[in-house]
């Protein structure tokens, strides 16, 4: 079982960043994969960026590579989401997932946090 807090969301101005941390419980953390994904109002949750249980492979969404970075530290069961040059479309609300497979698809991940609001002004 893994229990899943986000935090680091909030207002930010087109171009700016944001870093989001996401803890987990549980001292398995370090043998799942993580992802992040995101669902902004009216539409469906979307695949962000994962990364494998070792930190050492990495996927991105094409709508944020370049912009986004994933990393993961095992030692504080912690994992993140560098935003940078953020843009209004970015606004949503953001999910870490822990799950078996870095993959872009939310059925392979397990457990899910409650997320967290990131909204980005023009």
């Known amino acids: 079982q893994v229990q899943l807090v986000e935090s680091g969301g909030g207002l930010v101005q087109a171009g700016g960043s944001l870093r989001l941390s996401c803890a987990a419980s549980?001292?398995?953390?370090?043998?799942?994969?993580m992802g992040w994904f995101r669902q902004a109002p009216g539409k469906e949750r979307e695949f962000v960026a994962a990364?494998?249980?070792?930190?050492?492979?990495?996927y991105y969404a094409d709508s944020v590579k370049g912009r986004f970075t994933i990393s993961r530290d095992n030692a504080k069961n912690t994992v993140y989401l560098q935003m940078n040059s953020l843009k209004p479309e970015d606004t949503a609300v953001y999910y870490c997932?822990?799950?078996?497979?870095?993959?872009?698809?939310?059925?392979?991940?397990?457990?899910w946090g409650q997320g967290t609001q990131v909204t980005v002004s023009s």
């Open positions: 549980g001292r398995t953390f370090s043998s799942y994969a």
């Open positions: 997932a822990a799950g078996t497979w870095a993959g872009p698809r939310d059925t392979e991940y397990d457990y």
């Open positions: 990364i494998s249980w070792s930190g050492s492979k990495t």
